[in-house]
């Protein structure tokens, strides 16, 4: 239950700033609108690195990610009994997150007229529609990701600064490698928004893209796992 408490909180603060800041740049009418692509992803290396902080004050392993937690289970981190606990209290937090999101800006949805732009408030998708090269997007994203966060882990940082350090790198990721798929790198942050994106009653949404859809879960859980056999493969 506690690794389930953690993680809920800590992904729900995740997307709260993370969507948060896709929402203010994208809608209409906020005072954002428009600010660009460095402010995204300054918005969500903050979201991750204070997600972070947010979930180990309650205890988890802060992992805000399926893709983290798999790994952690793979390089025996965790037990693999208790990854369902991870799984959905990161889904759920992701869900909740989203609903704050859009009714925070709840004005600001009618005023927007692109479902699409809509929709990329909540999840991700391609620049370019081709399958293989966005699957490959998200799954060596997701495993530079991994690989990175396994050698941050064991690097001789102070131990608060860590979180800061991982947000850093979600930045250095963003800004290098997330022009291609939005880089969702974690299959909670887009699955969780894209299910609210269809529940929710926003005005005009259009299509949730689930055609797409599976693409930033299963990618993701492959860089992942990829991410944490290589590094162990390397170092240990």
């Known amino acids: 239950m506690t690794a389930f408490i953690g993680e809920l909180i800590g992904t729900m603060v995740l ?16 005072f954002a609108n428009g600010a660009g692509w460095i402010v995204i992803a300054l918005g ?3 979201a991750v690195a204070f997600g972070v902080y947010i979930s180990s004050f309650f205890g988890s392993g802060a992992h805000l990610n399926p893709a983290v937690t798999l790994g952690a289970a793979i390089s025996g981190g965790i037990a693999w009994s208790i990854v369902p ?17 859009f009714l925070f800006f709840y004005p600001h949805w009618k005023e927007t007229e692109d479902p699409g732009t809509k ?22 994203g ?24 991982v947000g850093f ?13 939005g880089y969702a790198i974690n299959p909670a942050r887009d699955l969780g928004p894209r299910i609210a994106h269809a529940i ?5 949404k259009g299509s949730s893209n689930w055609s797409y859809a599976w693409i930033p879960v299963v990618a993701p859980l492959v860089g992942g796992a990829v991410g944490t056999l290589l590094f162990q493969l390397l170092f240990k």
């Open 142 to 165: 997701t495993m530079f990701l991994v690989f990175g966060l396994n050698a941050i882990g064991l690097n001789s940082f102070t131990e608060g600064l860590n979180p800061l350090i």
């Open 44 to 46: 969500w290396g903050f």
């Open 200 to 204: 929710l009653p926003i005005p005009g």
């Open 85 to 101: 606990q991870y799984v959905a209290g990161q889904l759920l937090g992701a869900i909740l997150g989203s609903t704050f999101v």
């Open 15 to 30: 997307i709260i700033l993370g969507a948060g800041v896709c929402a203010n740049v994208s809608l209409k009418k906020s």
């Open 169 to 181: 790198f979600i930045v250095a990721i963003g800004l290098s490698l997330g022009g291609t798929t």
């Open 119 to 140: 929709l990329g408030v909540f999840a991700t998708g391609p620049a370019i529609k081709h399958t293989p090269s966005n699957f490959l997007s998200e799954m060596f």
